[in-house]
């Protein structure tokens, strides 16, 4: 009875069918990236890194300052923490199901910036960040040279520098991380018997380098108020950037009482390099370097 309705009816039939694509069309912009409904609970990630220290001192000088902040904050299920011997801490904050992720990314992050005083002022450099965390992996990404043309540190840097912001603009995606990553880096090696002969400790040459490698503002020259008939001012611009490793090596690190300089290259040695060596990939039996998709989060 219900099909002869329709078949008597052929015009009103075409209309339901009718109306039936439309709102389909309507609703087809509007479905979600998801196959399946989100059911895991909103998950924050809080990353700081703190160079050179040990997983000991990342963890109570920079996770603990964290979690005792972040800890009470609204919606929250439990916190879950890792501190690593490359200066990584990691704090995922866990809300309860339903959470609205984006305010959630808010509440932790002014839980951070309360807590930014508290930490060490190289973690306050790097910069603490505060992510909504999917935890899916779409796809993931081999990057190697066949013949061994390239290096690990080559092809990383074309990976940061020409696929990772190119995937991001994709519709859908979140994040990329590299995995293996090899980062270039200016890697200053200190002989500590050299060091000690001299009467220098590591620290010095720290505090070398950041008297000497630093960008300034020279400032201006026939800046007003001028001469009468100055017609021309002109910007000037220090070249106080290092830039190469011979550069590097003639920083000047102490000056002796009878005027002899002393210079990294007589306790170590500068060189080009990988900015961290502590994580590698493998792909189809050969070094490479990984690029894993996330999901974007909405």
């Known amino acids: 009875m219900f099909v002869d309705f329709f078949i008597k009816r052929p015009i009103f039939a075409t209309v339901c069918s009718l109306i039936i694509i439309l709102v389909g069309a309507v609703s087809l912009v509007t479905l979600p990236i998801e196959n399946y409904p989100d059911v895991a609970p909103t998950a924050i990630t809080v990353t700081s890194n703190y160079t050179g220290a040990s997983a000991e001192v990342v963890e109570s000088a920079v ?49 951070v910036s309360i807590a930014s005083p508290q930490l060490p002022a190289s973690v306050n450099q790097t910069g603490v960040t505060v992510a909504k965390d999917s935890g899916n992996i779409l796809l ?113 690190l102490k000056t002796g009482s009878d005027g002899t300089l002393v210079k990294l290259q007589d306790v170590g040695r500068a060189e080009l390099g990988a900015q961290s060596y502590n994580g590698f990939l493998r792909f189809s039996g050969q070094e490479a370097v990984g690029l894993g998709v996330g999901q974007l989060v909405r």
């Open 63 to 111: 996770t603990t300052v964290l979690e005792r902040q972040i800890n009470g904050v609204e919606g929250l299920e439990y916190l879950t923490s890792t501190s690593t011997s490359d200066g990584v801490s990691t704090i995922t904050v866990t809300f309860e199901q339903g959470r609205d992720k984006d305010i959630a990314a808010v509440d932790v992050q002014n839980r």
């Open 140 to 252: 993931g990404i081999g990057l190697y040279a066949k013949n061994g043309e390239y290096d690990n540190l080559f092809i990383s840097n074309y990976a940061d520098l020409y696929l990772v912001d190119a995937i991001k603009r994709l519709p859908g995606v979140g994040n990329v991380q590299i995995f293996g990553e090899r980062r270039y880096a200016m890697r200053l090696w200190l002989d500590p018997n050299r060091l000690a002969s001299r009467n220098l400790t590591a620290q010095d040459v720290v505090d070398a380098l950041k008297e000497q490698n630093l960008q300034v503002g020279a400032g201006q020259i026939g800046q007003q108020p001028a001469p009468k008939g100055q017609q021309y001012q002109i910007n000037l611009q220090a070249v106080s950037r290092l830039k190469d490793p011979t550069e590097f090596a003639n920083i000047v």
